[in-house]
C-alpha cells in the first residue's frame, strides 16, 4: 500500500474511533449539544416522572423509534448493496474501472477499500440496533412509571429512566455519525488525497456543529431556560400526597 494511502487511513480510523472520546474531552466546557442534550434528556424523564399522564412521551419516544429503524433499514440496504459489489468478484471490479472518476487501482485494494465502506456501515447499523433496544427498555420504564410515589422516588426514578434513555439516543446519533465516515470512506475510490479531505473534513464537520452551528446555540439556550426553571409538580400530586384520591382507586 502506497504511504499516502495508508497515512489516509491512519487518519481516518483515527477520526472515526477516537471522534466520541474526543467529544467528551470539549463537552466539559458545556458548549456541545451531545453535553446539553444530556441535561435535556434527563429534564424530559423528570417532568414525565411528575406528569399525570406520559402518553406524550410515549409518543414522542415512538417517534424516534420509527426514526431509528428508518436509519436501520436504510443501513441495511446500503450493506447490502456495498457487499454486493465486494464479493462481486472481477466482475464488480471491471464494471466500475471504466468509470473516470475512480482513481486506478489493483483488485486487492479496491477490495480493501470498498471493505471500509462495509465495515463503517456494519458498525452505524450496531449502532441503530442498540439504540432501538435501549429505547425500547425506556418506554417500559415509562409506562411503569408509579404515578402517585412520594417526589423523592419519582425524582430518583426520573434519574435511573434517564440513565436508559441517554445511552440509547447517543447510540443512534453515533449510527447517524456513521453515515459522515462512511461517506469519507467512499472517497478513498477517488485517490489519496480525496480520502484525507474527506476525513478531516467529516471531523471538522462534525466538531462544528456540535459547538458552533444555530443549532448548538439554540440548544444551549433551552438548557439554561431548563436549569433556572424548576420542576412543578402538577395538581396530582397536591400536598406531596402519596396516595391517589379515593374517586381514582
Not at 477520526?15 to 474531552?25: D, G, I, K, Q, T
Not at 436501520?72 to 472481477?90: E, T
Not at 434517564?162 to 478513498?188: D, E, Q
Request: proline fraction near 5%; charge should be positive.
Amino acid at each position: 500500500m502506497p504511504i499516502l494511502d495508508i497515512l489516509a487511513i491512519s487518519l481516518f480510523v483515527f477520526a472515526w474511533l477516537f471522534y466520541e472520546p474526543l467529544l467528551r474531552r470539549l463537552g466539559q466546557g458545556k458548549n456541545l449539544i451531545n453535553t446539553d442534550m444530556t441535561v435535556i434528556r434527563r429534564r424530559w424523564m423528570t417532568e414525565m416522572a411528575v406528569r399525570e399522564v406520559a402518553l406524550l412521551d410515549g409518543q414522542l419516544l415512538g417517534h424516534a423509534i420509527n426514526s431509528a429503524s428508518f436509519f436501520a433499514s436504510s443501513n441495511l440496504i446500503l450493506i447490502a448493496a456495498a457487499a454486493g459489489v465486494l464479493f462481486g468478484g472481477d466482475a464488480a471490479l471491471k464494471s466500475v474501472e471504466g468509470l473516470k472518476v475512480l482513481a486506478e487501482t489493483t483488485p486487492v485494494m479496491f477490495q480493501i477499500k470498498l471493505g471500509l465502506v462495509l465495515l463503517t456501515l456494519a458498525r452505524g447499523l450496531l449502532d441503530f440496533i442498540w439504540a432501538l433496544r435501549q429505547m425500547n427498555y425506556c418506554l417500559a420504564a415509562i409506562g411503569a412509571t408509579p404515578m402517585w410515589a412520594p417526589p423523592a422516588v419519582l425524582a430518583e426514578y426520573a434519574e435511573a429512566a434517564g440513565g436508559i434513555l441517554n445511552p440509547a439516543l447517543s447510540a443512534f446519533n453515533a449510527g447517524v455519525r456513521g453515515y459522515y465516515f462512511a461517506l469519507a470512506a467512499a472517497a478513498w475510490l477517488l485517490g489519496p488525497i480525496a480520502f484525507l479531505t474527506a476525513s478531516v473534513g467529516a471531523l471538522v464537520l462534525l466538531v462544528w456543529r456540535q459547538r458552533r452551528s444555530r443549532a448548538s446555540v439554540a440548544v444551549r439556550k433551552v438548557r439554561q431556560i431548563l436549569e433556572r426553571q424548576p420542576v412543578v409538580h402538577g395538581p396530582h400530586m397536591r400536598n406531596g400526597a402519596q396516595e391517589p384520591p379515593e374517586d381514582r382507586i
